[in-house]
């Protein structure tokens, strides 16, 4: 048993190996059969390439890799591989043969056939990821599978459909005169923009959506495809060195700090109540409670969720799913009807339909039948009179996106994100936290002046808008489309929730809601019935490590809050507030490795460090209040251990 990989991710499961290639000018990071992180000098070209099977239920397959050749003589490098990516409807075996080029050049191919007759696939084949910066915004000219090319600018506002169809090549330039072009072979493809799902990428995939899926493969079909990327200008002579320290800087106070929820759902109803004082101790401002009428005994979740109100004072946010299958007058006057027996009072509501909890692509039409927006708000308001009445989806900023709330008709517009939809490995799920800042940015630009709440929001997934259900994982590992993700209660959980909450602060969210009392997203420590234990050693523990993020992010609800900014946003996450006269300043280490953070723009005053990390994980498993543990600090430089989140205060 590993207790630090325990401790850092909540699973026994090792991190994937990774080894990076140079050539040329350029190097790229080899990963369990696909190549990351490309960069020409300091700039990130493409950040993957990954040949993908994704299962009929849009779950992709983690590959077992064999056979594994990597020759890196003459300036560049050839790497070889067989590929075997179990799913559900049997194992898709392909050959994997890369090469990079002394002058930057790679050269990609993937060939391989299903061994099942009954194989079904959502996608299979070539799959490109753009990074965010120095891409979006910026110019690019497509290639496309005729011949014919255009040039347009990749759009800063995330949008709902594809921005560039039937696609053969890309070319756009990822640092000031070096262009980067990259072809496909084999079938067409097209992009969608990534951040749609909180990726940080914009994404060229082969088959177009237009076409049906899940779609069969045969036993011994053959699918090739090749993807070649290609440098030119005043390429830089080597690739850039290993980065330096972040530094962080604040500023002036600007708005205020987000409040902070839970979310609750019914069959975790009865157990949230028993974890209410740790609740309580938290601080959390709002509960995030949700029924399902088309579940059978829906209504008993109600007291429950009237008795965690108060014993923990937090005010309820009752979110309503109704059938469809009546008029929204009927089915809100029939919860209404069941949350007065209960004695609940919601301080909000938010309703959705059914058939809104499923995702309908571009050129898919909406089920007919759906209740409008507008028909919604106008049920809620007569049924439950008095109450803010929300709107927007209880699935990800996807749907939302694509089915857009009109402006002035709701008190509030929320919309839910996960961070397993696309990938599953550790890098990839902590790169999530860059695209929420657009997603923010993009939201508001719907929604105008209305007010704006996010989640509830976790790594894992409540449940599955693409596919028939979320992806079982009975032994804890790192998967897509799970609702069990076993980083949630490591320290990583920890520096992604500070991660993402910074982010809500400094998009100007009126309020957020991230994790849960207990269950597959709690904060509280409970047995879990997997192949590994969560916490190894730690006896007595009560709490998981992120509790101790939403407990101190709970304390700053509407505070002043101060400007901070991270040299490399990439690697350190911060967010910063002003209570009285103590300055509190939080900062979260997103790598595996340890980082210097520089602070600058302190103010004077006796200053104290709380630490969050490896070192101190049982004491913080067993003190719910071990964020109030602090040492003296002086400098103005703190070192983070992996993952480990730090919190300076500073009392003028």
């Known amino acids: 048993m590993n207790a630090q990989s325990i401790r850092l991710y909540g699973t026994a499961e090792?991190?994937?190996?990774?080894?990076?290639?140079?050539?040329?000018?350029?190097?790229?990071?080899?990963?369990?059969?696909?190549?990351?992180?490309?960069?020409?000098?300091?700039?990130?070209?493409?950040?993957?390439?990954?040949?993908?099977?994704?299962?009929?239920?849009?779950?992709?397959?983690?590959?077992?890799?064999?056979?594994?050749?990597?020759?890196?003589?003459?300036?560049g490098f050839k790497v070889s591989f067989t590929a075997r990516c179990p799913t559900i409807d049997g194992d898709f075996v392909w050959r994997g043969t890369f090469a990079g080029s002394p002058d930057g050049t790679l050269r990609l191919e993937g060939v391989g056939s299903p061994e099942s007759d009954t194989f079904q696939t959502g996608r299979t084949g070539f799959v490109i990821l753009h990074p965010l910066a120095g891409f979006v915004g910026g110019k690019v000219t497509v290639e496309h599978v005729d011949g014919s090319k255009e040039t347009s600018r990749v759009p800063e506002e995330i949008i709902p459909d594809q921005p560039f169809l039937l696609v053969r090549a890309m070319t756009h330039e990822p640092m000031r005169g070096v262009k980067a072009e990259i072809r496909m072979e084999g079938d067409s493809w097209e992009t969608e923009d990534h951040r749609n799902w909180t990726d940080a990428s914009f994404k060229t995939y082969c088959r177009p959506l237009a076409l049906p899926y899940p779609y069969p493969i045969g036993r011994g079909e053959e699918v090739r495809h090749t993807v070649t990327l290609t440098f030119t200008g005043k390429l830089p002579a080597k690739p850039a060195g290993a980065p330096g320290p972040?530094?962080?800087?604040?500023?002036?106070?600007?708005?205020?700090?987000?409040?902070?929820?839970?979310?609750?759902?019914?069959?975790?109803?009865?157990?949230?109540?028993?974890?209410?004082?740790?609740?309580?101790?938290?601080?959390?401002?709002?509960?995030?409670?949700?029924?399902?009428?088309?579940?059978?005994?829906?209504?008993?979740?109600?007291?429950?969720?009237?008795?965690?109100?108060?014993?923990?004072?937090?005010?309820?946010v009752l979110e309503i799913v109704i059938p469809g299958t009546g008029t929204p007058?009927?089915?809100?006057?029939?919860?209404?009807?069941?949350?007065?027996?209960?004695?609940?009072?919601p301080a909000a509501v938010m309703v959705t339909p059914a058939l809104d909890l499923k995702s309908y692509p571009p050129g898919t039409p909406f089920p007919e039948g759906v209740p409008t927006y507008e028909a919604i708000a106008a049920a809620a308001r007569k049924s439950f009179r008095g109450v803010r009445i929300?709107?927007?989806?209880?699935?990800?900023?996807?749907?939302?996106?694509?089915?857009?709330?009109?402006?002035?008709?709701?008190?509030?517009?929320?919309?839910?994100?996960?961070?397993l939809v696309h990938?599953?490995?550790?890098?990839?799920?902590?790169?999530?936290?860059?695209?929420?800042?657009?997603?923010?940015?993009?939201?508001?630009?719907?929604?105008?002046?209305?007010?704006?709440?996010?989640?509830?929001?976790?790594?894992?997934?409540?449940?599955?808008?693409?596919?028939?259900?979320?992806?079982?994982?009975?032994?804890?590992?790192?998967?897509t489309m799970a609702r069990v993700e076993p980083r949630h209660r490591g320290l990583f959980g920890a520096a992604w929730h500070l991660g993402y909450l910074a982010q809500a602060a400094?998009?100007?969210?009126?309020?957020?809601?991230?994790?849960?009392?207990?269950?597959?997203?709690?904060?509280?420590?409970?047995?879990?019935k997997y192949a590994q234990p969560w916490f190894d050693g730690a006896k007595g523990a009560k709490v998981y490590p992120l509790y101790h993020v939403i407990r101190g992010l709970a304390a700053a609800a509407g505070a002043k809050r101060v400007e901070a900014s991270a040299s490399d946003g990439e690697r350190v996450a911060t967010v910063a507030w002003k209570k009285g006269r103590t300055t509190h300043v939080f900062v979260a280490n997103l790598r595996a490795v340890p980082v210097e953070v520089k602070l600058r723009g302190l103010p004077k005053g006796k200053a104290s460090l709380m630490m969050l990390d490896d070192a101190s994980?049982?004491?913080?498993?067993?003190?719910?209040?071990?964020?109030?543990?602090?040492?003296?600090?002086?400098?103005?430089?703190?070192?983070l251990a992996p993952f480990a989140v730090a919190r300076v205060d500073v009392t003028a």
């Open 506 to 528: 400094k998009g100007g969210v009126e309020a957020v809601t991230m994790a849960a009392p207990v269950g597959a997203f709690g904060i509280a420590y409970a047995k879990q």
């Open 617 to 639: 994980f049982e004491a913080a498993a067993r003190d719910p209040a071990f964020g109030d543990t602090t040492a003296p600090f002086a400098g103005t430089t703190v070192t």
């Open 14 to 75: 090792p991190s994937r190996e990774q080894r990076v290639l140079p050539a040329g000018p350029i190097s790229a990071t080899l990963e369990n059969g696909a190549l990351r992180w490309i960069r020409i000098g300091e700039a990130e070209a493409i950040r993957a390439i990954a040949f993908l099977i994704r299962d009929r239920n849009w779950s992709t397959a983690n590959p077992e890799i064999s056979d594994l050749s990597i020759d890196e003589s003459g300036g």
């Open 329 to 345: 007058a009927a089915e809100l006057g029939a919860a209404a009807k069941a949350v007065r027996a209960a004695k609940l009072k």
């Open 246 to 316: 972040v530094t962080v800087k604040l500023g002036a106070t600007s708005g205020r700090m987000p409040a902070g929820g839970l979310g609750v759902l019914p069959e975790d109803a009865k157990a949230a109540g028993k974890a209410a004082p740790l609740v309580a101790e938290a601080g959390v401002k709002h509960l995030n409670c949700r029924i399902d009428m088309r579940a059978k005994g829906w209504e008993k979740a109600l007291p429950e969720y009237a008795k965690l109100a108060k014993a923990t004072g937090a005010g309820v």
């Open 423 to 479: 990938a599953a490995d550790d890098r990839s799920v902590m790169e999530t936290l860059e695209a929420v800042g657009y997603i923010i940015h993009s939201t508001k630009a719907l929604i105008g002046r209305t007010p704006y709440r996010i989640g509830p929001s976790h790594i894992g997934n409540s449940f599955n808008p693409y596919g028939a259900s979320v992806t079982p994982n009975p032994d804890g590992v790192r998967v």
């Open 390 to 419: 929300g709107g927007g989806m209880l699935s990800n900023f996807t749907e939302l996106n694509r089915k857009r709330p009109p402006k002035k008709v709701f008190d509030f517009i929320s919309h839910a994100t996960s961070g």
